[in-house]
């Protein structure tokens, strides 16, 4: 009998890659391609639609010439999954397949005054969605779109303009325009959907006045959406959906209530599962709520409480693009072990606001406790540390939220390369963290999910046995002395908030 593969796009903010794995959950090939970042304004991120579909149909089959390289056919290649950036929003014309205009990215900033006009209380539609208002979100992306590019307001207004965050964009493409669809993840993050009822909310389209027709079929995350119809891969059906974040919850198996996951990438997202088939849980220690996955349509939603960071990888690009005190990003974790400490010096990297707990649009970066004696590796140990206190905010509006302490923290993403970065990590939690042996989790959940849905894994409790440790990490300093850092962060913080 032959293997068996399950293949996953994954479309992240500065690349897309494609990666094949086999039954055992292992890495066979992948390709990847970055995309160009557009920096039209301060604040402002855009991409190029057309750049990313292209480039997810050459990763697709440079993967392919790869696995056939090594004797693996195209018929052996049960499924596709799609794991994408979130809250990143499209809109193009149904007829001719072309966008109407760039792809806002979910960290541009521009909305501010959109968010303003729905009113000062920015937690009134929590109820219905279990987000905040914040320019973070696809609705309210969606609506400067309608108000600011007039050929988007006529497109919508003669009903040729559909709307789509990434992973719809891709569907839609890969399927040869077949399926506009989303799954809840990815609808859970636009403002616009019943956190519920998992449908689109006539009350929160029509306070963003955006009409319903425009908006995708809402699906759950595992199940076949269509097939391909473009790529190597002609034929193979799509048959997994995941937020980004979502699909590392997946991949890392995180299946019970109370299991947490952190991804360290370009920013830095902390989801707990708060239970499969158990009621949304609300925050009140300005977190998310959000889907957390329903791996097939007759299968329970598990919901989960999300914090997410927007600066964590960025903040050591940082150091290597902007400040140049690095050269290579691996270069970090030498550099800061130069160091016993970061000499005092505390670093906030709000380069655009904070996000959760705090939810301040008008906060910005500060270094602060400079002296003569401070060196490169102290602003380098204490960037580090920077991501690793904003964390430890996360973990704390969790535990209230929940009721619960973590006991374990799963990790994954570009930065758990980095050993001294994770023991700063537990020192400063207090809490165990695990890195798994297969760090692509992302990638991973969404192969999951579309192998789940073709039948290529049987449950979720085959996935969890495929899952394993790397590395364990447990705290070196005492309660006593995280607990006087985390104060003197607190200060920092503060420090940063009220600049723009």
């Known amino acids: 009998m032959q293997d068996v593969y399950v293949g996953a796009v994954d479309q992240g903010t500065t690349s897309t890659r494609f990666m094949l794995f086999n039954k055992q959950g292992e890495p066979v090939a992948f390709h990847q391609v970055e995309h160009k970042q557009i920096y039209p304004q301060p604040g402002w991120v855009e991409h190029d639609p057309l750049e990313i579909i292209n480039n997810t149909i050459l990763c697709i089959d440079e993967t392919v010439k790869k696995c056939q390289a090594k004797g693996i056919q195209t018929s052996q290649i049960k499924a596709i999954g799609i794991t994408n950036q979130r809250e990143t929003t499209v809109v193009w014309d149904k007829y001719t397949g072309k966008p109407l205009f760039n792809a806002i990215v979910w960290l541009d900033t521009r909305t501010k005054e959109t968010c303003e006009k729905l009113g000062k209380n920015r937690d009134q539609y929590r109820d219905l969605c279990g987000l905040p208002v914040s320019t973070y979100f696809s609705g309210v992306k969606l609506r400067w779109i309608m108000d600011n590019v007039p050929e988007v307001k006529a497109a919508l207004e003669e009903g040729r303009a559909i709307f789509g965050t990434i992973d719809t964009w891709l569907v839609w493409n890969l399927t040869g325009r077949q399926a506009h669809v989303t799954d809840i993840t990815n609808a859970g993050r636009t403002l616009l959907m019943n956190i519920e ?50 699909a590392a919850l997946v991949g890392q198996t995180c299946f019970r209530k109370g299991d947490a996951k952190n991804t360290y990438g370009t920013g830095c997202f902390l989801i707990v599962n708060t239970g499969e088939g158990e009621p949304p849980v609300p925050s009140k220690h300005g977190l998310l709520t959000t889907p957390g996955y329903q791996l097939g349509p007759d299968k329970p939603v598990a919901y989960a409480l999300e914090g997410s960071i927007p600066i964590a990888g960025a903040a050591v690009q940082w150091l290597r693009d902007n400040l140049q005190i690095i050269k290579t990003a691996p270069e970090v974790e030498d550099l800061a072990n130069s160091v016993k400490d970061s000499g005092d010096v505390f670093f906030v990297p709000a380069f655009s606001g904070l996000f959760a707990p705090h939810w301040r649009e008008d906060a910005r970066g500060v270094i602060v406790g400079l002296t003569q004696y401070t060196t490169k590796a102290h602003i380098a140990r204490a960037v580090l540390e920077a991501v690793s206190f904003q964390v430890c905010d996360i973990i704390g509006s969790v535990e209230a939220d929940s009721k619960a302490s973590i006991k374990v923290l799963k990790v994954d ?14 020192d400063l939690l207090q809490c165990p963290i695990v890195r798994p042996q297969v760090t692509e989790t992302t990638v991973i959940g969404a192969a999951f999910a579309a192998g789940l849905a073709e039948k290529v894994w049987s449950s979720q409790e085959e996935l969890v046995k495929l899952w394993k440790v790397d590395r364990e990490f447990s705290p070196k300093i005492s309660i006593d002395e995280s607990s006087r850092r985390w104060k003197r962060w607190k200060q920092a913080l503060e420090r940063s908030f009220g600049w723009v």
């Open 197 to 246: 009822k998992l449908q689109w909310e006539p009350k929160l389209l029509q306070a963003l006045g955006i009409p319903k027709q425009c908006l995708p079929e809402i699906r759950s995350s595992s199940e076949r959406y269509g097939t391909l119809a473009c790529s190597l891969l002609q034929g193979v059906p799509i048959s997994g959906i995941l937020g980004d974040q979502q």
């Open 413 to 426: 993403g570009g930065m758990t390369a980095n050993n001294t970065f994770l023991q700063l990590q537990c």
